[in-house]
């Protein structure tokens, strides 16, 4: 099973944030049941996910992990 | 253990206070509860202070004697206890087990936060730190995305609504509008609930708590010597504390907060009584979510009830169950340090039949939730006058 893929556990859009993310609003986080078992807080890249949909990681950035939606 | 009292009570107002700085604002709190309490400073034998950031917002660290010294409080233990948004209701669970075992007498527990001095963006990265820093905030969270996370599987799980969130915000509000120390004393309407400007979805502007300077303190004494002090003391019957993961990608399910069940199953054990009989409550409505989580975690109503139980009006000040008659975090305000001492002065208030516009007509039985961070931490307290 992979740590790459999983399940969006929940998802918020973030339109208030901190000066360091403040470039980024609005941007989605979410929480993924990673298919390895576990889950991980991550940045959602390109279409909106909701509860359910299957995501997949793409990057990992200084450590954080980017997802994006799969079919 | 021996049976410990509330004796005295203190508070600011709260609200943007600029040209107060964090002593002064503490400092009035504890003036006005030893004052209240009728005890002088040199009958205190221990301080606890309850605050969240202070270095960070002030710059000032040091802070217990910096501020039991100003109240005049010389030589005893002076102690700070940072546990985020429950830092006061952790100070005041460890002054109650000081009192309790017979280590202390007289207990002085002043909490307080003065978070104005900074910019919001700025504010809300401090209060970040009250999240796990190496995982969910850096990879962009806040704390009101947290809660918005946790609102989302709540609705996903229990179909819980918009208009579910909306009403804890209308009641606090419409609550918070009686009271002369609330920071937001306006009535706002379901359709301004609904559409606030949106922060981290579902949660809106009027889901989340304010950013607020102000102090709240209790004085603390052996129950058998309350009497040399007041007329009108108030008992602990059950206090206490319950801890649990920083980070919410950890917890197995973030529809319910473990640390709030704990707490409150041994403050019920503690105090002999159950969720039915609390006849009024003061909860952690950090934010929207956060009060409807907390009523089904008290056992006020089964998981995935909180929502209608708002709705049906059951935490109404005029409900069967009124919940944060004070207008809560929301309305009052949320100076962090200050809210678990806040909410046992506020139901003190209604104990005493003092708490004016607001009072209630039941209030010998009252319980106080006061939660850390996204539930690492929690104090649960049940007070009584029987």
Same mark, same amino acid.
Do not use: W
């Given at each position: 099973?992979?740590?790459?893929?999983?399940?969006?556990?929940?998802?918020?859009?973030?339109?208030?944030?901190?000066?360091?993310?403040?470039?980024?609003?609005?941007?989605?986080?979410?929480?993924?049941?990673?298919?390895?078992?576990?889950?991980?807080?991550?940045?959602?890249?390109?279409?909106?996910?909701?509860?359910?949909?299957?995501?997949?990681?793409?990057?990992?950035?200084?450590?954080?992990?980017?997802?994006?939606?799969?079919? | 253990?021996?049976?410990?009292?509330?004796?005295?009570?203190?508070?600011?107002?709260?609200?943007?206070?600029?040209?107060?700085?964090?002593?002064?604002?503490?400092?009035?709190?504890?003036?006005?509860?030893?004052?209240?309490?009728?005890?002088?400073?040199?009958?205190?034998?221990?301080?606890?202070?309850?605050?969240?950031?202070?270095?960070?917002?002030?710059?000032?660290?040091?802070?217990?004697?910096?501020?039991?010294?100003?109240?005049?409080?010389?030589?005893? $233990?002076?102690? *700070? #206890?940072?546990?985020?948004? &429950?830092?006061? !209701?952790?100070?005041?669970?460890?002054?109650? @087990? %000081?009192?309790?075992?017979?280590?202390?007498?007289?207990?002085?527990?002043?909490?307080?936060?003065?978070?104005?001095?900074? $910019?919001?963006? *700025? #504010?809300?990265?401090?209060? &970040?730190?009250? !999240?796990?820093?190496?995982?969910?905030?850096? @990879? %962009?969270?806040?704390?009101?995305?947290?809660?918005?996370?946790?609102?989302?599987?709540?609705?996903?799980?229990?179909?819980?609504?918009?208009?579910?969130?909306?009403?804890?915000?209308?009641?606090?509000?419409?609550?918070?509008?009686?009271?002369?120390?609330?920071?937001?004393?306006?009535?706002?309407?379901?359709?301004?609930?609904?559409?606030?400007?949106?922060?981290?979805?579902?949660?809106?502007?009027?889901?989340?708590?304010?950013?607020?300077?102000?102090?709240?303190?209790?004085?603390?004494?052996?129950?058998?010597?309350?009497?040399?002090?007041?007329?009108?003391?108030?008992?602990?019957?059950?206090?206490?504390?319950?801890?649990?993961?920083?980070?919410?990608?950890?917890?197995?399910?973030?529809?319910?907060?473990?640390?709030?069940?704990?707490?409150?199953?041994?403050?019920?054990?503690?105090?002999?009584?159950?969720?039915?009989?609390?006849?009024?409550?003061?909860?952690?409505?950090?934010?929207?979510?956060?009060?409807?989580?907390?009523?089904?975690?008290?056992?006020?109503?089964?998981?995935?009830?909180?929502?209608?139980?708002?709705?049906?009006?059951?935490?109404?000040?005029?409900?069967?169950?009124?919940?944060?008659?004070?207008?809560?975090?929301?309305?009052?305000?949320?100076?962090?340090?200050?809210?678990?001492?806040?909410?046992?002065?506020?139901?003190?208030?209604?104990?005493?039949?003092?708490?004016?516009?607001?009072?209630?007509?039941?209030?010998?039985?009252?319980?106080?939730?006061?939660?850390?961070?996204?539930?690492?931490?929690?104090?649960?307290?049940?007070?009584?006058?029987?």
């Amino acid at each position: 099973m992979s740590d790459a893929t999983g399940t969006i556990y929940t998802e918020t859009v973030i339109y208030s944030t901190t000066e360091a993310f403040a470039a980024d609003v609005p941007y989605q986080t979410a929480i993924v049941s990673l298919d390895a078992g576990g889950r991980v807080t991550g940045r959602i890249l390109g279409e909106r996910v909701s509860i359910d949909d299957r995501v997949a990681r793409v990057e990992i950035r200084d450590g954080v992990p980017f997802f994006r939606k799969i079919a | 253990m021996r049976p410990v009292a509330v004796i005295g009570i203190g508070k600011t107002p709260f609200g943007a206070f600029h040209g107060r700085d964090l002593r002064s604002l503490a400092v009035e709190a504890g003036e006005k509860c030893l004052k209240n309490g009728h005890t002088t400073p040199s009958q205190v034998d221990a301080f606890f202070l309850g605050n969240f950031a202070g270095p960070s917002f002030t710059g000032q660290n040091h802070l217990a004697p910096y501020v039991s010294t100003a109240l005049g409080i010389q030589g005893v $233990p002076a102690t *700070r #206890v940072e546990a985020a948004c &429950a830092s006061s !209701g952790s100070a005041f669970f460890h002054a109650y @087990a %000081g009192v309790a075992s017979g280590v202390y007498d007289l207990v002085l527990v002043v909490g307080v936060e003065k978070m104005t001095s900074q $910019p919001t963006p *700025r #504010v809300t990265e401090i209060l &970040a730190g009250a !999240g796990d820093c190496a995982g969910e905030i850096k @990879a %962009g969270s806040t704390f009101a995305s947290l809660f918005a996370m946790i609102a989302r599987r709540h609705m996903y799980q229990f179909g819980t609504t918009r208009e579910h969130l909306a009403a804890v915000a209308v009641k606090n509000h419409a609550n918070g509008a009686l009271n002369p120390d609330a920071q937001m004393r306006k009535v706002i309407t379901m359709e301004q609930a609904m559409a606030g400007k949106p922060i981290a979805d579902p949660l809106n502007l009027y889901d989340c708590s304010l950013i607020s300077d102000g102090a709240a303190a209790v004085l603390l004494a052996p129950a058998e010597r309350a009497g040399e002090f007041t007329d009108k003391p108030v008992r602990i019957l059950g206090v206490a504390q319950a801890s649990d993961f920083v980070a919410l990608d950890q917890k197995p399910d973030i529809t319910t907060f473990p640390s709030v069940r704990l707490a409150s199953a041994k403050a019920y054990r503690m105090a002999g009584v159950g969720p039915a009989d609390i006849q009024l409550a003061e909860l952690h409505d950090c934010f929207t979510i956060a009060e409807i989580i907390a009523i089904e975690d008290l056992g006020f109503a089964p998981r995935g009830g909180g929502g209608p139980f708002t709705l049906a009006g059951h935490s109404a000040r005029t409900g069967d169950k009124p919940i944060n008659t004070s207008g809560g975090l929301k309305s009052k305000g949320h100076p962090v340090g200050a809210t678990g001492v806040a909410q046992i002065c506020d139901l003190v208030l209604q104990m005493r039949c003092e708490a004016g516009e607001r009072q209630v007509p039941r209030h010998s039985l009252g319980l106080a939730q006061n939660l850390g961070g996204s539930g690492a931490t929690c104090v649960v307290t049940i007070l009584g006058t029987v």
